[in-house]
């Protein structure tokens, strides 16, 4: 078995409200699957939109919703600069987007914490649920906490999420670091985070991004993407598509070869980023950036035996 790709199936130079379709992040519904996307306007910051795909053919895009269902916050807030989501889950009939806010900087170029927001028309509206964030800086953890994947496991809400290391200075400005983390909660708001980092990096400036894990055969598996902090856009060093496992969700092995690399060419042959893996039915899916962070869209990949 292995991920087969099926191809680009959302371009955003096309017919498109701004740049980008970055993160995509999948909500299963009855009738379409509904993706969130992070799309930037016209001065580059980020808002978040809805697409939806055909349930029954999920290559085939069959509404392009044109107002932000998610936007900036008030001014001085965590997410005044753009917002991205990351994953949204539906509770007592309600939709829920844990999100990533963004601040701009000075001494370095961003500020990133997690937000949450709520929606009561399948994830088209969403209402912030607090104008702070419920994940941000602490004084162990003095840089970002965004990007989580949830799964509700054992009567606790499980969480992995990006955490900020260090900001390196490369080649006259600074470039951040990450690794992936593990936080529980007993009601999906209030986490209580571990220290360590979930997996061992290959070499000392490896940054992490974008975990997405799912429990399958009770095992934890993890689609995740990450680089090196030199050359990385869309260069040598850029975001590849890897894969882990773990029997307790905290301790990870990697194996990378099962992820997804770029393509000998066209519009993700520069990089693999940004992985979310669903399921319909008895049939796995993954939607994944390529070059340029999702410049140029978001492709579709399914779990096959075809060569």
């Known amino acids: 078995m292995a991920w087969k790709k099926l191809g680009r199936i959302f371009d955003p130079t096309d017919n498109w409200v701004g740049s980008h ?29 809805a697409v939806d795909l055909d349930k029954d053919n999920p290559g085939k895009v069959v509404a392009r919703h044109r107002e932000a269902c998610l936007g900036f916050g008030r001014p ?24 990533s806010g963004w601040n701009q900087r000075i001494t370095v170029p961003y500020h990133n914490a997690m937000g949450i927001a709520v929606s009561s028309d399948n994830g088209l509206h969403f209402e912030k649920l607090f104008e702070g964030p419920i994940m941000d800086r602490t004084a162990t953890e003095p840089y970002v906490a965004v990007t989580p994947t949830i799964l509700f496991d054992g009567g606790l809400w499980k969480m992995w999420y990006v955490s900020g290391v260090s900001w390196l200075p490369i080649d006259g400005k600074y470039e951040p670091l990450y690794v992936i983390k593990y936080a529980e909660s007993k009601d999906g708001g209030n986490f209580i985070r ?36 030199q050359d990385y856009r869309n260069g040598t060093g850029s975001y590849r598509i890897r894969y882990a496992e773990s029997a307790d969700g ?58």
Not at 34 to 47: D, E, M, P, Y
Request: net charge negative; hydrophobic share 35%; charged share 25%.
């Open 250 to 307: 905290r301790n990870w092995t990697r194996y990378d070869d099962d992820g997804i690399p770029p393509s000998a060419e066209g519009w993700d042959s520069l990089m693999t980023c940004y992985p979310f893996v669903f399921k319909i039915e008895n049939r796995k899916y993954m939607l994944y950036n390529g070059n340029r962070f999702g410049t140029t869209g978001f492709g579709l990949a399914i779990w096959s035996n075809d060569e």
């Open 194 to 229: 571990y220290p360590e980092p979930c997996m061992a990096s290959r070499f000392e400036t490896e940054a992490f991004s974008r975990p997405c894990v799912i429990k399958e055969d009770g095992m934890f598996k993890m689609w995740f993407c990450s680089r090196a902090s």
């Open 21 to 49: 379709a970055q993160v995509p992040t999948t909500l299963v519904l009855d009738d379409v699957i509904r993706v969130f996307i992070s799309t930037r306007n016209a001065s580059g910051k980020s808002l978040c939109y």
């Open 76 to 99: 001085g807030t965590f997410d005044d600069d753009g917002v991205m989501p990351s994953y949204a889950l539906q509770k007592n009939g309600k939709t829920y987007l844990y999100y």
